[in-house]
């Protein structure tokens, strides 16, 4: 069965500094992996995925993600947080064995709180 | 483009009701998902429907039904609402095609409250 881990439900870090929050998954072949945000009230805004080729993906807002193979991971970074970054953070996955289907499964979340 | 839209934004209902909940895609599109959010269960899918045809279903009791029409637009219905059924509907639009490496494109969802 497919299924993403966030392993911290909270990420704490200063303006400025780097952040990461983690995510990794388990399914039965090669994945397409996504990254969203939600925003308070709102719905799910698209960040980055992965599909094939290069390890390091970059996405919307100055965020990017590393894909692991061995570690089964793929992680949000940014180099510098900044306040409004403050959100929370949805890992998902899709297994290229679905063939053309659109479901998502998704990770529990972690909100990432950035102090100024 | 416009993005997903989602109509009522908000709904209060009580146990027993039954409530319907709408879902245009982006103008093309031709795949919508569905999917509730709840603090306990989180992200959970409910259906996919491509082409006015059910690709894909979640594990949700029959209660909770959709369709959709030939203009890609979709409705969702749950019936004899029970309490755990307060949630945030989100419905995602995608093109469809691509062997499932398109992104898709959130709404900002329905929250249902049943009382």
């Known amino acids: 069965a497919q299924s993403v881990a966030q392993p911290e439900d909270q990420v704490n870090v200063a303006e400025g500094n780097p952040l990461t929050v983690k995510c990794t998954y388990s399914v039965s072949g090669n994945p397409y992996l996504f990254w969203y945000v939600q925003y308070p009230n709102r719905g799910l805004q698209f960040l980055l995925k992965?599909?094939?080729?290069?390890?390091l993906v970059k996405g919307s807002y100055g965020f990017e993600a590393e894909f692991n193979k061995s570690q089964t991971s793929f992680h949000l970074k940014k180099p510098s947080a900044l306040v409004s970054d403050s959100a929370l953070y949805f890992c998902?996955?899709?297994?290229?064995?679905?063939?053309?289907?659109?479901?998502?499964?998704f990770g529990q979340g972690t909100t990432l709180q950035v102090k100024p | 483009k416009a993005g997903v839209t989602q109509t009522p934004r908000y709904l209060i209902k009580t146990r027993g009701q039954q409530v319907t909940l709408s879902c245009s895609p982006i103008?093309?599109?031709?795949?919508v998902s569905w999917y509730q959010q709840t603090p306990g269960q989180g992200l959970q899918f409910l259906f996919e429907?491509?082409?006015?045809?059910?690709?894909n279903k979640g594990n949700f009791p029959g209660r909770f039904s959709g369709r959709q029409f030939s203009n890609s637009r979709s409705e969702m219905n749950v019936s004899t609402l029970e309490l755990g059924d307060s949630a945030l509907y989100l419905c995602a639009s995608s093109s469809g095609l691509g062997q499932g490496a398109n992104e898709q494109f959130f709404g900002p969802g329905t929250r249902l409250t049943v009382l």
């Open positions: 103008s093309g599109h031709r795949s």
């Open positions: 992965y599909i094939t080729g290069d390890n």
């Open positions: 998902a996955v899709r297994d290229k064995g679905s063939s053309n289907t659109g479901k998502l499964i």
């Open positions: 429907y491509f082409s006015e045809t059910q690709r």
